[in-house]
């Protein structure tokens, strides 16, 4: 099974929106809803932003927004904040014999 | 506060079997629902997942790495434990457990900060 594609980076200016892609399959990204996006800074634990598609946990900022289209996956942040800067990865079920399949991940940098 | 934290050695040698264990506060495997899994991530490489473990003791594995992974839990601990042996090289990565609650299966939602293994002679 082939990582998600992800870009390996974006950049934006505080304020700005910066949209990331994950492009899987059907047997991943486009068969299920269950794509999920996280955010991990340097050193530290990977954070779940957003989850089955396009929800959001408790806590985390309206800012950010998944889409799905096909077979890619997308992550907005809006309204770019210095904090935001880090590096995120995409993950998506791939049935029960693969179970899960993560992006690449991509490193968003705020100007 | 859930927290999960992993420990084991952080240098192993070829053929040897890593032992890797998963403290977690904040929350019971005993739980309907609960799972944990383990991931790990080879150096400027991709998350990749490892097993999952149940509340009910159900066991899942990577089809790649499954002759080599056994993974177990101990409830009154709070502890998950992952073995993989005859370790490689290549098996160099930063391990990670992660939560995955019943609300949000089969995604997880938090993870421990990870513990780098070396293997090298």
Redesign the interface.
Known sequence: QSALTQPRSVSGSPGQSVTISCTGTSSDVGGYNYVSWYQQHPGKAPKLMIYDVSKRPSGVPDRFSGSKSGNTASLTISGLQAEDEADYYCCSYAGSYTYWVFGTGTKVTVL | QVT?RESGPALVKPTQTLTLTCTFSGFSLSTSGMCV?W?RQPPGK????LA?IDWDDDK?Y??SLKTRLTISKDTSKNQVVLTMTNMDPVDTATY?C?RIPPD?D?????????TLVTVSS
């Open positions: 999960l899994s991931i991709a998350l990749e997942w999952r899942y990577s089809t990670y992660a949000y089969p995604q997880p939602d938090y993870w421990g900060q990870g």
